[in-house]
């Protein structure tokens, strides 16, 4: 553990999501707590926590990670989240690893593992079948350790780090994240239909939602489609359209300096006031409060992301 965090601190030396030149690999740091709600749309992917502790929310699901803290994101999901434990002196650390579902697949066949069919009690134990966390064993930090390491030798990188990342890989598929991870693979599952529906959402936020054109595309009915859409999400498919627009219209007011009634028409709301109500209930203030506060709060890198 403690060798994980040496490694992080070498390559993370400010603050913010730092991309790395091993592809897919990013770290985070962070000094400070945060008082305002980051958001971020997480697209599938491995994550871990090295120290520190932070706090997300998922549609109705709040969830607290400390250290070894590994989660997995199956399909891309826009969350709130804020840091609860960092310091100048014991800085908040982790590592995001994003996750290709057809290397899973080529993974799971050459293991020879067999498709078993789960319940929806056993798919979704925690109530939501897109993401998982457990703490990480000593073997998935020992992988996990060993490609942040990796940075510091990098002519190593182009050889060694596929083979690292497939290690990682058939880690979380062994252990007790298995469960999440099947379902990046499997083309008939509950979870990759939805993933189809979230990719529509993503490309076409902006425009006026459909339910029934969204059912018609994973061939099943409005009400089976709103059913297991919660089931992975925790959100309505309007929920995560909302959450969509909010997210991205934050993103264009922090990072391009877009007054509030320009990003919210741009993101889809006919209605600044309209745009606005929501906004408030999602992140708890108004647009320019908000923005006001994090910019205050933020450092640079972060202002950024989405």
Aim: aromatic share 6%; proline share 7%; hydrophobic share 45%.
């Amino acid at each position: 553990m403690n060798t994980l965090v040496a490694r992080i601190l070498a390559h993370a030396d400010e603050e913010g999501f730092i991309a790395s030149t091993i592809p897919g690999l990013e770290l985070v740091r962070a000094d400070s707590t945060t008082a305002c709600m980051g958001s971020r749309v997480y697209e599938p992917a491995l994550c871990l926590i090295a120290q520190g502790a932070k706090t997300v929310w998922l549609g109705d699901r709040q969830i607290d990670y400390g250290p070894l803290s590994c989660m997995v994101s199956a399909v891309p999901l826009p969350i709130l989240g804020k840091v609860t434990d960092a310091s100048p002196q014991t800085p908040y650390l982790g590592i995001k690893l994003t996750i290709d579902p057809q290397e899973v697949s080529d993974l799971i066949l050459a293991m020879g593992l067999p498709v078993v069919r789960q319940t929806e009690e056993e798919a979704c134990p925690e109530g939501a079948c897109g993401l998982g966390h457990v703490l990480a064993d000593r073997g998935m930090l020992e992988a996990l350790s060993r490609l942040v390491g990796l940075l510091d030798t990098p002519q190593d990188i182009a050889i060694l780090a596929p083979l690292v990342r497939r290690e990682i890989l058939y880690r979380a598929l062994v252990g007790e994240l298995a469960p999440y991870m099947r379902k990046l693979a499997m083309a008939d599952s509950q979870t990759h239909r939805m993933a189809r529906v979230i990719g529509v959402l993503q490309a076409r936020f902006r425009e006026p939602l459909r339910v029934g054109d969204l059912a018609d595309l994973v061939s099943m009915s409005e009400s089976s489609l709103f059913h297991s859409f919660k089931q992975v999400t925790r959100m309505s498919p309007l929920q995560f359209q909302k959450r969509l627009r909010l997210h991205e219209a934050r993103r264009l007011m922090l990072a391009e300096g877009m007054e509030a009634a320009t990003a919210s028409y741009r993101v889809g709301y006919s209605s600044p006031s309209h745009f606005s109500r929501e906004y408030s209930r999602m992140f708890g203030v108004p647009p320019r409060a908000d923005v006001i506060k994090l910019r205050g709060d933020l450092p640079a890198p972060a202002l950024a992301e989405r």
